[in-house]
C-alpha cells in the first residue's frame, strides 16, 4: 500500500523560497573588484622636497603609483631651505596633507619654493660670476641660475637643437639660449645629460661674452655642482673657467 504525504501550500511556498535563493547564489557573479586608479606626482618650483602617501608614492624616486579605494593622501615634506607652496593640476590650494579621491586618473603637482630669495647676478665678469657662486651656494641648479639672471636675459631665449661648440644639443637633448638685450653675453643651457657629447652635462653652463678689443667671443664654463669624469673631460668642479 503506498503512502502519499501531503506538502501544505505553505510549505511549498518556502521550499520555492529556498530553491530560488540558492539558483541565485549559485549562478550570481562575483562582484567586479575595484577599479586600479592611477596618481602621478611632479615636483616643481626652485625648492625642493619630497612627496610621499602611506603606500606606493615616494616622489623621491617614486612619483607613479596606481591605487584601489576611495582615496589616497600625499604629503609634502619640503627639504631644509626650501618651503612648500601650494598643489597644481588635480589637486589645488595649500592645504597639507591633502586627499585624493579615487574616482579617475589624476595628475598632481607639488610646488617647493626657497625660504631665501635668490640674488640677482650683476657682474658678468668671469670673475664677477665666480663672486656670486661663493657667495650664494643655493644656486646650484640651472633653475636657480636662470632665476638669478636679470630680465632682460629671459626676453628673447631659443631653444637650439644643434650647435658646434663644446655644449651642443641635439633634437632630444636641446639646449636653452639666454642672451642679453644686445647679444653680448650669453648662457645656454643643457636641459638633460646627451652621451653624445662628452662633457655635456645640466651642470655645466656655457657662457659666451663679446669681447670688444678681440672681436669674438671668449667662451667660459659655469659649473654649479662637482662633476665626475666624463669619459676623456676630466672631473670639474664648482667654478667659472
Not at 549559485?26 to 625642493?48: E, F, Q
Not at 586627499?99 to 607639488?110: F, Q
Not at 663672486?131 to 650664494?136: C, G, M, Q, R
Request: with cysteine; glycine share 6%; charged share 15%.
Amino acid at each position: 500500500m503506498r503512502v502519499i504525504k501531503f506538502i501544505s501550500p505553505k510549505t511549498r511556498i518556502i521550499l520555492s523560497i529556498i530553491i530560488l535563493l540558492l539558483t541565485f547564489v549559485l549562478l550570481a557573479s562575483p562582484p567586479p573588484p575595484p577599479p586600479s586608479i592611477n596618481i602621478k606626482v611632479m615636483k616643481m618650483g626652485l625648492g625642493s622636497g619630497t612627496v610621499s602617501s602611506p603606500t606606493g608614492i615616494n616622489c623621491g624616486g617614486d612619483c607613479d603609483e596606481t591605487f584601489t579605494g576611495t582615496s589616497v593622501t600625499l604629503t609634502a615634506t619640503a627639504d631644509p631651505s626650501s618651503v612648500f607652496v601650494r598643489w597644481e593640476g588635480d589637486a589645488t590650494g595649500s592645504t597639507n596633507p591633502i586627499t585624493i579621491p579615487l574616482s579617475s586618473d589624476a595628475s598632481v603637482r607639488a610646488v617647493f619654493d626657497l625660504t631665501t630669495a635668490i640674488p640677482t647676478l650683476t657682474d658678468f665678469t668671469p670673475e664677477g660670476i665666480q663672486t656670486y657662486l661663493a657667495a650664494n651656494p643655493i644656486v646650484n641648479t640651472a633653475a636657480r641660475f636662470v632665476k638669478a639672471l636679470p630680465a632682460e636675459y629671459k626676453l628673447n631665449w631659443i631653444l637650439m637643437t644643434r650647435s658646434e661648440s663644446l655644449q651642443t644639443g641635439t633634437a632630444e637633448s636641446p639646449r636653452l639660449l639666454l642672451p642679453n638685450i644686445n647679444a653680448s653675453s650669453v648662457f645656454s643651457i643643457g636641459v638633460s645629460q646627451s652621451t653624445s657629447y662628452p662633457g655635456s652635462h645640466p651642470d655645466a653652463i656655457e657662457y659666451m661674452q663679446w669681447d670688444a678689443v678681440e672681436k669674438n667671443f671668449r667662451f667660459h664654463e659655469v659649473i654649479l655642482n662637482n662633476i665626475p669624469q666624463m669619459g676623456a673631460v676630466p672631473p670639474r668642479v664648482r667654478m667659472v673657467s
